[in-house]
């Protein structure tokens, strides 16, 4: 079987109800980004951060996978299909697909604010400020934010050099480290991307691109795919 590799952003979660982060003006979820999504906004106002997170999971509950994530799963009968994701949701997993990566850490887990292995899956629940680890600190978030090394960077690099063919999927690509990921694709590998405004998106010239939806792109994907099998 061939590796699949597959990189997702907001977009494909676009369609499930979840908004992505720079379709509004900076602001997401009426958030400006780095006050709510960086390491600097966490020290300044921890407990504004907890209740953006405390209603990201929320959100969670109510949003369900699209076509575009369940038919990603189904690739792993065709082909060795990892999924490497900048999404914090659990779609990809509600969706059916088991080889998932996520760079930007979980919404449904927490760690602790100080260096620490401690991490737990809390699902929905809420945490705020006082509440801690057994270590003592301060619980937050497992998600990587702006100013944060990212921890499954390395993983994530050798996972692109295995690729046979390479899917990307909803991200404009302007967040770095991820959007390095794809110098890590080998040069002879067909490159696929779906995005509604993928001429804005700076991508070698080499790439197909299917200006759609995911929901829509999917279906032109198909085609594309099923002649490399
Ligand atoms: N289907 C596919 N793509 C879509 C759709 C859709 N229905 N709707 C919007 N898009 C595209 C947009 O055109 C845009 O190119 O999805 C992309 C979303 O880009 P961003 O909002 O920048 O999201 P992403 O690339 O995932 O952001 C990367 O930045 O804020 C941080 O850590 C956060 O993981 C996030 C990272």
């Given at each position: 079987?061939?590796?699949?590799?597959?990189?997702?952003g907001?977009?494909?979660?676009?369609?499930?109800?979840?908004?992505?982060?720079?379709?509004?003006?900076?602001?997401?979820?009426?958030?400006d980004?780095?006050?709510?999504?960086?390491?600097?906004?966490?020290?300044?106002?921890?407990?504004?951060?907890?209740?953006?997170?405390?209603?990201?999971?929320?959100?969670?509950?109510?949003?369900?996978?699209n076509?575009?994530?369940?038919?990603?799963?189904?690739?792993?009968?065709?082909?060795?299909t990892?999924?490497?994701?900048?999404?914090?949701?659990?779609?990809?997993?509600?969706?059916?697909?088991?080889?998932?990566?996520?760079?930007?850490?979980?919404?449904?887990?927490?760690?602790?604010s100080f260096?620490?292995?401690?991490?737990?899956?809390?699902?929905?629940?809420?945490?705020?400020?006082?509440?801690?680890?057994?270590d003592?600190?301060?619980?937050?978030?497992?998600?990587?934010?702006?100013?944060?090394?990212?921890?499954?960077?390395?993983?994530?690099?050798?996972?692109?050099?295995?690729?046979?063919?390479f899917?990307?999927?909803?991200?404009?690509?302007?967040?770095?480290?991820a959007?390095?990921?794809?110098?890590?694709?080998?040069s002879?590998?067909?490159?696929?991307?779906?995005d509604?405004?993928?001429?804005?998106?700076?991508?070698?010239?080499?790439?197909?691109?299917?200006?759609?939806s995911?929901?829509?792109?999917?279906?032109?994907?198909?085609?594309?795919?099923?002649?490399?099998?």
């Amino acid at each position: 079987m061939k590796n699949l590799v597959i990189l997702t952003g907001a977009g494909i979660s676009a369609e499930s109800g979840i908004k992505t982060f720079r379709d509004h003006d900076g602001l997401w979820e009426n958030h400006d980004v780095m006050e709510v999504a960086s390491i600097e906004g966490w020290h300044k106002n921890p407990a504004l951060v907890l209740e953006f997170y405390n209603q990201r999971r929320k959100q969670a509950a109510t949003v369900f996978p699209n076509t575009a994530h369940e038919y990603l799963a189904t690739l792993e009968k065709d082909f060795n299909t990892h999924i490497i994701t900048q999404n914090v949701d659990d779609l990809h997993e509600r969706g059916g697909s088991k080889q998932v990566t996520h760079l930007h850490g979980k919404l449904s887990e927490i760690k602790s604010s100080f260096h620490s292995d401690y991490c737990k899956d809390i699902g929905g629940d809420e945490i705020q400020l006082g509440d801690t680890c057994p270590d003592g600190h301060q619980l937050r978030p497992n998600i990587v934010w702006f100013g944060e090394e990212v921890p499954m960077l390395d993983k994530a690099a050798k996972i692109c050099e295995t690729a046979d063919i390479f899917v990307i999927i909803g991200t404009s690509l302007q967040v770095y480290p991820a959007a390095g990921l794809i110098y890590h694709i080998p040069s002879q590998c067909p490159v696929f991307i779906i995005d509604p405004k993928v001429d804005e998106i700076n991508i070698p010239n080499h790439y197909t691109c299917i200006k759609s939806s995911a929901v829509d792109g999917i279906k032109i994907l198909d085609h594309h795919l099923k002649k490399l099998l």
